[in-house]
Nanobody
Framework: QVQLVESGGGLVQAGGSLRLSCAAS????????MAWYRQAPGNQRELVAV???????NYADSVKGRFTISRDNAKNTVYLQMNSLKPEDTAVYYC??????????????WGQGTQVIVSS
């Protein structure tokens, strides 16, 4: 079965850094995209960063210049390097993996979430 295991969350002071990791296992099709989302209490889940199979990356405006998404395709792992953290970054961060078994179908898988708390 497909599993996404996240790690790297924690409590840091404003201005600090964290690196989140998400390792995918049980995936038998090529990964089309890997992404990070986050959700703060009372807020909708928002897309933070995405990395496509072609190497393209996109970021939410709120994290642009501070966060970097990267992939290790051999390990089916995606990372999120978070620098210059702000209290507004406090949220549960979720890894998302998109696979395309066929040209016409798409499956999404989610990690369990990892808590990031940034103190002021």
């Amino acid at each position: 079965q497909v599993q996404l295991v996240e790690s790297g969350g924690g409590l840091v002071q404003a201005g600090g850094s964290l690196r989140l990791s998400c390792a995918a296992s049980g995936i038998i099709f090529s990964i089309a995209a890997m992404a990070w989302y986050r959700q703060a209490p009372g807020n909708q889940r928002e897309l933070v960063a995405v990395s496509s199979s072609g190497g393209r990356t996109n970021y939410a405006d709120s994290v642009k210049g501070r966060f970097t998404i990267s992939r290790d395709n051999a390990k089916n792992t995606v990372y999120l390097q978070m620098n210059s953290l702000k209290p507004e970054d406090t949220a549960v961060y979720y890894c998302n993996v998109v696979v395309k078994p066929t040209l016409w179908s798409e499956n999404n898988y989610w990690g369990q979430g990892t808590q990031v708390i940034v103190s002021s």
